[in-house]
């Protein structure tokens, strides 16, 4: 084997996958070279900082059941910089909030007594006469919630976070997420909850997080894996994977306009499957790139809003089931931790689920403050005058999209690589097309080293237990769309 020097293995994307691998393996001593085509690292899991306001794209929660990722990030990040926040959230609907996960006492006093009679009527009929055709995910829900409680909880969110009709969405995919979700359970919890409920995510009390947000972690590993004599290179873009033999030999990107090449024994991407087809050189058959080009995705926006502290509400974040209002969901970064806002004021993160080109990405900075602005008053957590300033942080690639093709075409790309390049190893959420967590796109990158040195994991079966989805009525699982038509130790393996 070639000493590491000579043949570093090349990482794409300083995310919290990418930079895993490199911290893990420079503790092997490797000399890894890390390709980030931003000018921050992180990916999707920085924070952003604009004139001192730092903010969290889509809130990350440090909590994890996978014991080698937690002790991870208290290897990386020292223990004082980590803090203990309490997990709140509540949803928006009909001018009401509910508390989520749901609360008996609360749901009946927002519902009424005689819509809560009627809601449970509605499911008493959906249990004796369901729907005929639950291939959909709006019938499979209704079979198993009745229609007035589905169009309190699941129809509205859902559509604003995927874009497309529930009616729309294929129901095989819930049997496998949220099988065991049903009324019943839904009442026993709200009526008895377990205190320390840690089964499900969306039920944790408390969770961990960076005092200066989830950036900070990725910032510490960073500056680690340089100290121990790894490359991070930003605003270099892979242009090119060169391949030869049977593998990648090299990888040329792009950084101030000019192009670089450095050698490679293993490629680890994390960058976005569709693109990373497009790197190789020579190109893989059509049939490769035509599955490359058919992965979709959801992207997503944040306007976030300086206002008065007086104006802060204790929820992590708010769902906004509302139908008059474009926003999702409504992040108060000063509840995630008071070293994210600045005495005196809060910073409230309004989110919005897009498609890169749609009308909403392209809109103008400050007309999306000015429609974020409209909407976070008219939903009563800010009066005119309120608002001070206002910043868009625009994420594309977001979501990896998932409709009727992915999976094939996910398979075809993973067939050839495995046949044609198998030193280049896919992780994280984007890079493998997968609805990952942070900590499970950390584990993908830990497996991934691992079986450099001999280990035969199988990444792909990462991220397949129910417990870590999003489950109940916030939608924030990765269903199956319709398809969008527009719009160990020891001696690494050299290849």
Wanted: glycine share 8%; hydrophobic share 40%.
């Amino acid at each position: 084997m070639a000493t590491p020097a000579e043949t570093p293995v090349v990482i794409a994307g300083a995310g919290p996958g990418g930079l895993t691998a490199a911290y893990l393996l420079t503790k092997r001593g490797e000399h890894p070279v890390v390709l980030e085509a931003d000018d921050v690292v992180g990916g999707i899991s920085r924070t952003v900082v604009r004139e001192g306001w730092r903010f969290d794209l889509g809130g990350h929660r440090f909590f994890t059941k996978v014991p080698e990722v937690e002790a991870l990030w208290h290897e990386i990040l020292p223990e004082g910089d980590f803090m203990l926040r309490p997990r709140m959230s509540r949803i928006y609907y009909e001018g009401k909030f509910y508390d989520y996960p749901l609360k008996a006492m609360n749901a009946l006093g927002n519902l009424g007594l005689w819509e809560a009679i009627l809601c449970g009527f509605s499911y008493l009929w959906a249990r004796i006469r369901p729907p005929k055709d639950e291939s959909n995910y709006e019938n499979w829900l209704v079979a198993r919630f009745g229609w007035r409680l589905y169009r309190t909880f699941f129809k509205t969110y859902t559509e604003k976070v995927w874009g497309v009709p529930v009616a729309d969405m294929p129901a095989d995919w819930a049997a496998q997420r949220v099988k065991n979700l049903d009324l019943r359970k839904a009442v026993v919890n709200a009526i008895l909850p377990k205190r320390g409920q840690t089964e499900i995510t969306t039920l944790i009390e408390e969770f961990q997080y960076p005092k200066y947000g989830p950036g900070m972690m990725w910032e510490v590993c960073a500056d680690k894996v340089r100290s121990a004599g790894g490359t991070i290179e930003m605003g270099a873009r892979l242009a090119r994977i060169n391949l030869e033999g049977a593998r990648a030999v090299s990888v040329t990107y792009v950084q101030d306009g000019t192009e670089h090449t450095v050698a490679a024994s293993h490629v680890v991407s994390t960058m976005p499957m569709r693109e990373l087809v497009h790197t190789f050189a020579p190109p893989p058959p059509p049939e490769v790139v035509a599955a490359a080009d058919d992965l979709h995705y959801r992207d997503y926006l944040t306007v976030a809003l300086v206002v008065p502290e007086s104006r802060s509400f204790p929820d992590n974040w708010i769902y906004i089931h509302a139908t008059d209002v474009e926003v999702g969901r409504i992040q108060n970064y000063g509840s995630w931790s008071p070293y994210l806002v600045k005495d005196g004021r809060t910073c409230l993160g309004l989110e919005y689920f897009v498609f890169e080109g749609d009308a909403m990405w392209d809109t103008p900075d400050d007309e999306l403050v000015a429609l974020a602005t409209t909407e976070l008053i008219s939903l009563g957590l800010a009066a005119e005058g309120d608002v001070e300033r206002g910043y868009v942080v625009r994420v594309p690639k977001a979501y990896p999209y998932y409709d009727f093709s992915y999976k094939a075409n996910v398979a075809t790309i993973r067939r050839w690589l495995e046949a044609n390049a198998p030193n280049i190893h896919p992780v994280g959420r984007n890079g493998m097309h997968k609805y990952n967590n942070q900590d499970h796109s950390m584990y993908t990158a830990m497996l991934t080293v691992e079986n450099m040195y001999g280990a035969s994991h199988d990444i792909w079966s990462v991220n397949v237990e129910e417990e870590y989805h999003e489950a109940g009525s916030t939608g924030r699982d990765a269903p199956v769309l319709p398809r969008r038509t527009a719009a160990t130790a020891g001696t690494r393996d050299p290849g």
